[in-house]
């Protein structure tokens, strides 16, 4: 194959060459041959080995450190606690381009001082030699602690006398309420109601790229740091703990070995800019796995209590729910995924009386913060189950309660926002209960059942954070062409989407592009890859620079021509007359007389999402996201029950993703997505017992296998109505959002019982079965 | 102490010195620039660090380099043939959207080149129970299992 071959294919999008075709990403070649150099890979003369100190307490006094013995080992260059680090504590403002307050701003402490406060916090750094005398550095550090009583439950830490996680402030961070028309009002209204408590666990990131990177200092005193993360941006946070200005610091992003929000926040950084500030050496750091698993954050636990009122005939009166999420021992995002909960809590349904109330506290347990889908799939767990419990009281189908249910274009949330592009639920449940109907895998004397679920994530980030995203193409005499924008690719296709637009504007073949990405120092900073947001943001920016470019040759090539430019387009690196009088020229010439014109062959585009601002965070209201994507998922299941083992037979998604950039991408991340949550609906439990992680390996955690995945079927809508370039969506997280309860709403009705927490395991199973037959 | 122990390396031959504990995949890594075995968890868990020891898939991270002393190690770097063309599997990886993050890729395109040694024409469940020590937290394996098995039917491995 050679890079960037197009199959004979038709784009269903009219007119476009590159653009909805499934072709091989530019970043897959190099991956495919062992080439690209992820963070761990690279390697610099003279290059010593980092390791940080972790605490063995979830909650304890420091009362001393003593580092004497430690400074003393051969080949030990630095040791670095709390009291060296120039600027220990500040906010983290996750690169907002505006400043919000509203409890938004997580403190970031670098090391523990005189306190920890979850198990596996940093207490010390190290760099050696070798990573053997790193090794041995850290046990002869000695740190006397002394255990305090920690708080592990956060409705335990609501309590005014639970004991305070941070000192000097409550241990809930945050509480919201979403409130539509009079909840009372429409429980008064309603004939069935079905009322329950969910619960979903602690999750783990569980890419296979642990964390890691390189810092170095280069020749002109820069802090320079080579690392896997989702946010090259985190240089200003690692230049304020230095007290350098932050041109002072440059963050390259490696291709990331899988992020899924895990390193959206600030992992290695900090400690390398330190350990190699210190030294004057580059410093590599990589975390094992078990370092990973007990010390990055995880995807936030809820307790979620649900009450849905009903019409005899399915439609919704009211909606109360109560949202509790564990945010850990330290804030990070936790106040933003709450509120991405509280915007999804009702779900995409009609109704007219809503009531929610959120609440995200500090426990010391490990910090939580982003993992794809960011608060979406919690409650979408329990707002789906409700669904179906409301079917199962009506007697209605499933499907049926939902369909007469749906929201639609024009029609508001709970929040007040109105849904102004295309909402393609009905489409793909349609869809989704075709494909259930089709011939079922045999089950043998197993119980089988069919399940489905909807959703709805946004894309994109909050309106009021006024996110911008930049990008730089231009165009090289021979007719080649270069992209450089800062985003960071974590295996979804991110650079390589923007080459394919490029390539469609500009007419020319894949293999003619060039992208860099990801360098603070030098390319356009694109913002975080986080929030589904980078197709839409960085591909609207890279749509308008190749547009401008596109601009200045046709232009040109008219004037040569003779030919009145808009009947001019660009193709096979030719200008050519559309309406085929065969005139024309190759873009190289084209480029050639713009140079000697001193005409512009580059444009720096600036895209902007709608901004908006909000008087206040307490209720939330009004539009807090550009878009949505919606989908529905179904399953087939088999149980036996006996051994309380789900087989999950069929997954089926459907979505409305606008368009499809690059068929292959969409599909490999609605799959990806849909086996990464299976996981969370069947094995996947962080498990903290008082603090301390009970899961510390992939032997305990237990991650889907080849083995495991069912027979898997994608079936993609395009509306053409989403808000990114040529009307694309995003899939990354929303691909995540209704598994769960899909297989939930599978597993009741094979067996006629529902679990309310995940993960659905054998042992919840059998119990649920057993409590039926007691009964 | 450092003992010398050879090893021909995709293909040529290397005299290395290694101390007793030194890990097969550490060596690859920082002693010859071979990164293309990644370190995913040093347990025997994921099958990240993936080589082909004799022909057979091992898990460098668990494998001592001092006890495979004289043996052939085939790394990702070593499977393009010597003309730079791709190996038959590399292709179809590539041709059905396989590789996403691509940090499991390395190890389960030697995985795969060795069940279609061993097996050219494997069912989906024998392509599915071959690899299942190598997680993929990216694709949900699917595109992975067609595209071994595309390459299988293509007789192009
Ligand atoms: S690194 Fe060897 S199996 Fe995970
Ligand atoms: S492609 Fe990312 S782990 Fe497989």
Redesign the interface.
């Given at each position: 194959?050679t890079r960037g071959s197009v199959e004979n294919f038709e784009s269903p999008a009219k007119g476009l060459k590159i653009i909805g075709k499934?072709i091989?990403?530019h970043?897959?070649?190099?991956?495919?041959?062992?080439?690209?150099?992820?963070a761990?890979?690279f390697?610099l003369p003279g290059m010593l080995h980092g390791k940080v100190l972790r605490s063995q307490y979830p909650s304890a006094k420091i009362l001393s450190i003593d580092t004497s013995k430690a400074d003393r080992l051969s080949g030990v260059r630095a040791v670095i606690t709390a009291k060296d680090v120039p600027r220990n504590e500040s906010v983290t403002r996750f690169g907002q381009t505006h400043t919000v307050g509203g409890g938004f701003e997580g403190l970031y402490r670098v090391l523990a001082d005189k306190k920890v406060h979850y198990l596996g916090e940093a207490v010390a750094l190290v760099a050696a030699e070798t990573e053997e005398i790193a090794k041995k550095t850290l046990e002869l550090i000695q740190v006397e602690y002394e255990p305090l009583p920690g708080v592990f439950d956060p409705i335990e830490a609501m309590k005014p006398d639970a004991p305070p996680v941070q000192e000097g402030r409550p241990n809930i961070i945050t509480h919201y309420e979403v409130v539509k028309g009079d909840v009372e009002q429409g429980f008064a209204d309603a004939e069935v109601i079905v009322e329950n408590t969910y619960r979903v666990p602690f999750v783990d990131?569980?890419?296979?790229?642990?964390e890691s990177g390189v810092g170095w200092i280069d020749e002109s005193g820069v802090i320079t740091i080579r690392v896997s993360t989702q946010v090259i941006e985190h240089f200003r946070g690692v230049a304020d703990v230095l007290n350098l200005p932050h041109n002072r610091v440059r963050v390259m992003g490696t291709?990331?070995?899988?992020?899924?929000g895990g390193k959206e926040d600030i992992t290695v950084e900090a400690f390398l800019a330190l350990l190699t500030f210190k030294t004057g050496r580059p410093v590599k750091l990589?975390y094992?796995?078990e370092e990973s698993i007990l010390s990055h954050s995880k995807r936030h636990p809820y307790v979620m209590s649900y009450k849905t009122g009903a019409k005899k005939d399915g439609r919704l009166t009211a909606l109360k729910a109560q949202l509790v999420s564990d945010a850990g021992a330290y804030v990070y995002l936790s106040p933003w995924v709450l509120l991405y909960s509280m915007v999804d809590a009702a779900g995409p349904y009609r109704i007219p009386h809503v009531k929610v109330d959120g609440y995200t506290v500090l426990t010391n347990n490990t910090f939580t913060s982003a993992n794809r889908g960011f608060g979406a799939p919690q409650v979408c767990f329990a707002y789906e189950s409700q669904m179906d419990e409301l079917a199962a009281q009506t007697g209605l189908a499933p499907h049926h309660v939902r369909m007469i249910n749906y929201l639609e274009k024009g029609e508001a949330l709970a929040t007040g926002q109105v849904l102004d592009h295309h909402v393609g639920l009905k489409e793909a449940t349609e869809k989704v209960l075709d494909a259930l109907r089709e011939g079922s895998p045999a089950a043998g004397k197993m119980k089988t059942g069919k399940g489905i679920a909807s959703g709805m994530t946004s894309y994109g980030r909050m309106v009021f954070l006024h996110d911008t995203s930049r990008s730089h193409v231009s165009i090289e005499m021979d007719g080649s062409v270069t992209i450089r924008a800062g985003v960071q690719d974590?295996?979804?296709?991110q650079a390589s989407s923007l080459c394919q637009i490029t390539a469609e504007v500009l007419g020319v073949p894949l293999e003619d592009i060039k992208i860099y990405i990801a360098d603070t120092a030098l390319t356009p900073l694109a913002g975080t890859t986080t929030a589904t947001r980078q197709l839409y943001m960085s591909g609207n920016a890279t749509l308008i620079a190749a547009r401008e470019v596109r601009k200045v040759l046709i232009k040109k090539a008219g004037e040569i021509l003779g030919i009145d430019p808009v009947k001019l387009d660009l193709a096979d690196r030719e200008v050519i007359d559309k309406e085929g009088t065969g005139k024309g020229l190759s873009l190289k010439e084209v480029v050639r007389a713009c140079a000697s014109d001193g005409l512009p062959l580059y444009h720096v585009a600036l895209f902007k999402a709608p901004f908006r601002n909000v008087a206040q965070f307490e209720r939330i209201e009004g539009q807090v996201f550009p878009d949505f994507t919606f989908g529905t998922h179904g399953a087939q299941v088999a149980i036996d029950e006996e051994t309380g083992q789900i087989h999950v037979l069929k997954l089926i998604s459907s979505f409305d993703v606008g368009r499809a950039i690059n068929r292959?991408?969409v599909?490999?991340q609605i799959?990806?997505?849909?086996?990464?949550a299976m996981g969370y609906a069947l094995t996947e439990e962080v498990v903290l017992d008082k603090g301390v992680t009970r899961t510390p390996?992939?032997?305990e955690y237990l991650?889907?296998?080849?083995?495991d995945?069912p027979e898997?079927t994608t079936l993609l809508i395009e509306s053409g109505d989403g808000v990114g370039p040529f009307g694309a969506k995003g899939v990354g997280e929303p691909s995540v959002c209704s598994v769960a309860p899909a297989i939930a709403n599978a597993v009741y009705d094979a067996i006629g019982v529902r679990i309310y927490d995940l993960p659905l395991t054998p042992e919840k199973i059998v119990k649920a079965l057993k409590k039926v037959k007691d009964r | 102490m450092k003992k010398q122990i050879t090893l021909t390396v995709n293909g040529v031959k290397r005299e290395l010195f290694v101390s007793p504990n030194e890990l097969l995949l550490n060596v690859l890594r920082d002693q010859l620039g071979l990164t293309g075995a990644k370190y995913g968890c040093g347990i025997g868990e994921c099958g990240s660090c993936t080589v082909l020891l004799d022909g057979e898939p091992s898990l460098a991270c668990l494998t001592l380099a001092i006890a495979v002393d004289g043996s052939e190690v085939t790394t990702i770097e070593g499977l393009q043939s010597r003309d730079g063309k791709l190996h038959p599997l590399q292709d179809s990886f590539l041709e059905h959207g396989a590789v996403q993050c691509g940090f499991c890729t390395p190890g389960m395109i030697l995985t795969g080149k060795v069940l279609l040694d061993e097996n050219p024409r494997p069912t989906e469940e024998e392509i599915r129970a071959y690899i299942r020590g190598n997680l993929c937290r990216c694709t949900g394996y699917t595109q992975i299992v067609q595209a071994i098995q595309d390459a299988s039917v293509k007789g192009k491995a």
């Open positions: 194959m499934p091989p990403r970043d897959a070649w190099e991956k495919a041959l062992g080439l690209t150099a992820y761990a890979d390697s990131h569980a890419y296979l790229e642990p291709y990331v070995g899988g992020g899924f990589t094992t796995r974590i295996g979804g296709g292959l991408s599909e490999g799959e990806g997505g849909a086996i990464y390996s992939f032997s991650l889907p296998t080849s083995m995945v898997l | -």
